[in-house]
């Protein structure tokens, strides 16, 4: 997946791996990312993953975190 600069405002895309900074990656998409790159996220990460980052992350906004702990039926 090509990411857009806008996403990763901080770092050069072209750098990010998506396995070892996944947590980085799913943050700013939940919070910033348009829906193709949701879904492509939705798809390459494993949902124990995205809940684990939704659950235990301080970067996203209340609101984010609210709307994906509904959809990923945390508890």
Known sequence: MKFRQVLFWDV??????VKKHAKYIIERI?????????????????RAL????????RALT????NLWTLLLKIK
């Open 50 to 57: 995205l809940k684990s980052v939704v659950a235990k992350s």
């Open 12 to 17: 050069d895309p072209r750098n990010i791996d």
């Open 62 to 65: 209340p609101k984010t975190k």
């Open 30 to 46: 939940l919070d910033f990312g348009r829906d193709k790159e949701v879904r492509w996220m939705y798809n390459f990460y494993d």
